[in-house]
């Protein structure tokens, strides 16, 4: 039996999510038929998270056991001739027997965009959130900022949330604005970035932060709400999910030594 360790990028427009649902159509669906469809076997992948329908991944870890003796270095051309053009295994290994892509993985960081410009980009438009209106990017650092740390997060996870406890830690969370030339003219707002990076996210949670952090660059919140905000413990507390679209799934992280062939 091998433990294979796969990394898959996918544009999350057309899937109800990266897990399987009862109504099918998501990457996990498509990546399973794809394995059995190489080797024969039916396959569970596990997953190092889920992702909600219409989200990216940029890199999404996922692992299974197999007894096929495929060459690992096979794998990804011979998945990717049976995957749709908008899911694409990048990476493949082989991991102790132990490793588990959601149980094993140390933190993971998400990016939410937004395009702050006039117009939006038309070829940006399936991973972009546009909000034309002006945007005080700095109250929103701000904001942001008093979200880290250990917390319990439930003014930010959504009322459908299951999770026993909704204590969990954010490392770090920046905003960064690109200003290229391609991204924005001399009188735009730009695009701008939000990533967060912790030990685990709840349902809805990266969405709602910056739904609420969206508020406080409106000027309908102070930056210093943010803290009276997760103080609350109360949905209601916080502002609106932010559209699915504008969230990608970033990285996750492993011990290295986990990952030592």
Not at 104 to 114: D, F, G, L, P, V
Not at 130 to 157: K, N, Q, W
């Amino acid at each position: 039996m091998r433990n294979i360790l796969m990394t898959v990028s996918y544009d999350g427009t057309n899937y109800f999510g990266f897990q399987t649902q009862p109504d099918g159509n998501t990457v996990q669906d498509y990546l399973e038929s794809a394995i059995a469809g190489l080797t024969g076997e039916i396959v569970k992948i596990h997953g190092s998270g889920r992702t909600d329908a219409g989200v990216h991944a940029r890199e999404q870890p996922f692992h299974f056991q197999t007894n096929s003796q495929i060459p690992i270095e096979r794998w990804r051309l011979a998945l990717n001739g049976r995957l749709p053009s908008d899911i694409r295994v990048i990476t493949a290994k082989e991991v102790p027997l132990s490793f588990h892509s959601r149980r094993s993985a140390k933190q993971k960081t998400y990016r939410y965009t937004i395009n702050g410009n006039r117009i939006p980009d038309v070829f940006q438009r399936h991973y972009q959130t546009h909000h034309p209106g002006h945007l005080d990017v700095e109250g929103m650092r701000e904001g942001i900022s008093l979200l880290t740390g250990t917390h319990d997060y439930t003014s930010f996870a959504s009322r459908h949330s299951t999770k026993a406890s909704h204590v969990r830690t954010i490392y770090h969370a920046w905003i960064e604005v690109d200003h290229s030339p391609a991204n924005s003219g001399s009188d735009e707002q730009g695009v701008i970035h939000i990533y967060m990076t912790g030990n685990g996210f709840l349902q809805h949670m990266v969405r709602i932060i910056v739904g609420t952090l969206l508020q406080v660059g409106e000027g309908k919140r102070q930056p210093q709400d943010m803290k009276r905000v997760l103080e609350a413990r109360d949905r209601a507390a916080a502002g609106p999910t932010a559209e699915s679209k504008g969230l990608m799934l970033w990285k996750v992280e492993y011990e290295d030594a986990i990952l030592m062939d």
